[in-house]
């Protein structure tokens, strides 16, 4: 909370000067999920300057899907985006520049992390309760998100980072395929700790919540059936951008 306010009041120096409808800030599944947000909210506002706005889990993937759609060409073909943030992972179908089927699930690369690697260990046991888990919290959309779309994309940190292994390791170019997933599940499992962790294009701050992120794209991978994933450079910071200028 303490630094999460001194980032906010750094921010708001920058911003000091800018019209409040310039600036859109909006909480996501952290401050969904938060006890106090309101009490938070209330210190957040105040030291950023602008009004902060908790969306829904659905607006996120609305956003999501804009912020993918607006950075790449539109190929015809109906997407499946794949957004795995550190408490929530979004699902989305969409045709052009419109989401048609959007759900958000209570699951990240933050609280896999926490709930079966915080001990800082990565055992083949760990690794298949947190497939597992990540699996039963994909059962209720599964059959929604298995068909009705031609191409699957993956936007945000968790996996551009999946990708940079998969690139560093010569396991893959520019997509991660079902096979790099396995090497990279078997890497992290061989490695036995988040601290012995020595996997090219992995940064030191990401390792920590890697192995969480990796148990949920393969639960995803095997529960709709994909072979191989595009990564977006766009997701939800370019679909707010694009929704505040209209």
Same mark, same amino acid.
């Given at each position: 909370r303490r630094r999460a306010l001194e980032c906010l009041a750094r921010f708001g120096q920058r911003l000091r000067g800018l019209p409040r409808g310039a600036v859109r800030a909006v909480g996501t599944n952290t401050l969904r999920q938060m006890k106090d947000a309101a009490s938070f909210l209330a210190a957040a506002e105040q030291a950023l300057g602008h009004p902060i706005e908790i969306i829904a889990g659905r607006e996120e @993937?609305?956003?999501?899907?804009? +912020?993918? @759609?607006? &950075?790449?060409? !539109? !190929? #015809? =073909? =109906? =997407?499946?985006?794949? !957004? *795995? #943030? /550190? /408490? &929530?992972?979004?699902? *989305? *179908? /969409?045709? +052009? =520049?419109?989401a048609l089927a959007m759900e958000s699930l209570h699951m990240g690369c933050v609280s896999m992390s926490r709930a079966y690697f915080g001990d800082g260990r990565i055992g083949a046991k760990g690794m298949r309760r947190a497939e597992t888990a990540a699996r039963l919290e994909l059962r209720p959309v599964e059959e929604q998100f298995r068909r009705g779309w031609e191409v699957a994309i993956g936007t945000s940190s968790t996996i551009r980072a999946i990708r940079s292994v998969v690139r560093a390791e010569s396991w893959g170019n520019g997509e991660i395929t079902k096979a790099a997933l396995v090497r990279l599940r078997e890497a992290l499992v061989d490695a036995a700790r988040v601290g012995k962790l020595a996997l090219g294009g992995l940064s030191p701050e990401r390792a920590p919540v890697f192995p969480g992120g990796v148990a949920i794209l393969g639960a995803i991978f095997e529960a709709l059936g994909l072979e191989r994933l595009q990564v977006a450079d766009g997701a939800l910071r370019e679909g707010l951008l694009y929704d505040l200028v209209g």
């Open positions: @993937a609305r956003l999501i899907y804009q +912020g993918m @759609a607006q &950075s790449r060409p !539109d !190929d #015809g =073909r =109906r =997407r499946l985006v794949i !957004d *795995i #943030g /550190g /408490g &929530s992972t979004e699902l *989305i *179908i /969409g045709e +052009g =520049r419109e």
